[in-house]
């Protein structure tokens, strides 16, 4: 599917990911945008919750996650544990937290995907200086 989508035309595009998709109601239908949106799109589907200091600093309760966020996981085996966002998967729409490891039947430590709905971030990275134009442009007056 990636290589026919990498061969594809912009009218073959129109075909895998339509923006109309909410109007569908059918879940099958909502899944089949998720899996066939861009990355740029994708990337919005990466919203995660602002603790309580952060949304009284900043004025903002959701932010995209970003690599070097802390994180608290809210849902799943790991409740409770914080950690530092080590990597990000956009094709899946996955993070994957420093010490937030399972260990493979091989002995070896693989981590652990989490969804960014899961978490709550209490740290930003503010490295970036676009972020923070983005985060004093969506600020609550």
């Known amino acids: 599917m990636a290589q026919h989508r990498k061969a594809c035309s912009n009218s073959c595009m129109k075909k895998l990911f339509s923006k ?8 099958r239908k909502q899944r089949k945008y998720l899996f066939n949106s861009p990355l ?3 990337h919005k589907f990466f919203g ?3 603790s309580k200091e952060l949304i009284n600093k900043y004025k903002i309760k959701t932010l995209p ?10 849902r799943g ?7 530092r966002v080590e990597k990000i998967n956009l094709r899946k729409i996955r993070i994957y937290v420093k010490d937030i ?5 091989d002995g070896n430590k693989a981590y652990y995907p989490i969804h960014p709905s899961n978490v709550v ?3 930003l990275n503010t490295k970036d200086k676009e972020r923070i134009k ?6 609550k007056k």
């Open 65 to 74: 996650i970003r690599k070097d966020d802390e994180v608290i996981i809210k």
């Open 101 to 105: 490891q399972v260990m493979k039947r």
């Open 134 to 139: 983005v985060m004093e442009r969506r600020t």
């Open 121 to 123: 971030i209490t740290e």
């Open 48 to 50: 995660a919750r602002l």
């Open 40 to 42: 740029n799109i994708k």
């Open 20 to 27: 109309h998709w909410n109007s569908r109601k059918q879940p």
């Open 77 to 83: 085996q790991f409740k409770g544990k914080k950690g």
